[in-house]
């Protein structure tokens, strides 16, 4: 992406009656690199804040379409949530073969090969991906559960949890060592959602009604940010072991994605397939759901790929405050507090604080 450019200075682009010139001097070739290495840093910071924004918007958007299509009253059967995560998987799939293609210069075959080499060819690699494909499928379930029990704002917040398990399953798992101010931001992460679930007088005076849905909510989010640190860690473990793409890692995520995701719509839904269809309930603000969960997977690998923890946080606190308006406003199903507001402020601030690193060495240590 953009590198050609860098590459065009090797040796062996340049006409043969140009070799019998002097050697040039070190500061003229380092000044004639500088337009160069300039126009890579431009783009790669276009793609940082790029990829950034884009994954503001998948995360506010999915959280909010997802809420308002699970608390939308119609006729006739709802979506099966079992359903849209295998349509999610497949779409991903989708999306990450023509990625190969663009990759591969457009060629059939060569997208062909490389399929075959790195997927059929390596099965040990390939069945590696299928613990964490698992996760995630359970996980993606989870968020639909999740978010039919509670308000986008509520679930945002406490949803960030996910820094604190990703963080304590790195230290276990890659020996990551935390700094001081990754221990104090978890601590103020803890102390934030525990703000963000305390009971206010309208949710007590409403709890015959809202404690089940709420503990039900509650519960799905929780296990659902021990599952994403756990997948998390363990994709990343096998990110760094070896030099598969991103792109090729979500292909054979998104088939183990799809054929896990199968045995539950058989196992959870099947009778209401086999009555009204695996499709049944789909409108278009389904669809939107369905694209832009397939998205967010694609999005976080090029977060990954472009972007550090401190942007990540910043489009994290982005996100959950944007949530939050647009749950008050326009879903009109949650009523922010003080001690939510404090709650809120307090994640964030843990959000800003965990990728904060005042001394670049210190990073990863040796497994």
Not at 13 to 32: G, N, V
Request: hydrophobic share 45%; proline share 4%.
């Amino acid at each position: 992406m953009g590198s050609h450019s860098g590459l065009s200075p090797v040796v062996g682009t340049d006409p043969p009656d140009q070799h019998l010139e002097f050697e040039k001097p070190q500061e003229l070739k380092e000044m004639e690199r500088l337009p160069l290495a300039n126009e890579d840093k431009t783009m790669s910071t276009n793609l940082k804040y790029l990829s950034l924004g884009i994954l503001v918007f998948q995360t506010t958007s999915l959280v909010l379409t997802m809420r308002y299509s699970r608390t939308l009253k119609e006729e006739g059967p709802r979506y099966l949530s079992s359903t849209a995560v295998v349509v999610a998987e497949l779409l991903k799939i989708m999306a990450c073969i023509l990625l190969v293609y663009k990759d591969s210069k457009c060629s059939l075959r060569a997208l062909n090969r490389v399929l075959h080499d790195e997927i059929l060819n390596k099965p040990m690699e390939t069945l590696k991906l299928a613990i964490p494909s698992g996760i995630y499928t359970l996980q993606n379930n989870l968020l639909y559960v999740a978010l039919s029990n509670l308000d986008a704002a509520t679930y945002q917040v406490t949803y960030q949890l996910k820094i604190l398990t990703t963080a304590l399953f790195s230290v276990s798992m890659l020996s990551k060592k935390l700094g001081v101010y990754q221990w104090l931001s978890l601590v103020i992460l803890m102390t934030g959602v525990a703000f963000v679930q305390w009971p206010s007088d309208s949710q007590l005076d409403s709890k015959e009604l809202s404690a089940g849905s709420q503990f039900v909510g509650l519960m799905a989010v929780l296990t659902a940010c021990f599952s994403s640190g756990f997948a998390g860690v363990y994709f990343e473990k096998i990110l760094k072991e070896t030099k598969q793409s991103v792109w090729i890692r979500n292909i054979q995520l998104g088939f183990f994605g799809g054929i896990f995701g199968l045995m539950g719509v058989y196992i959870y839904d099947g009778e209401l397939v086999s009555k009204n269809g695996f499709f049944q309930g789909y409108n278009q603000l389904t669809w939107i759901v369905v694209v832009l969960q397939a998205l967010g997977g694609l999005v976080i690998a090029a977060v990954i790929k472009y972007a550090d923890n401190i942007l990540k946080g910043f489009a994290t606190s982005l996100s959950i405050i944007l949530s939050t308006l647009i749950s008050y406003f326009w879903l009109q199903d949650f009523v922010p507090t003080s001690v939510f507001f404090l709650g809120a402020i307090l994640v964030i601030t843990a959000t800003f604080l965990y990728g904060y690193d005042p001394k670049p060495a210190g990073n990863p240590t040796k497994a």
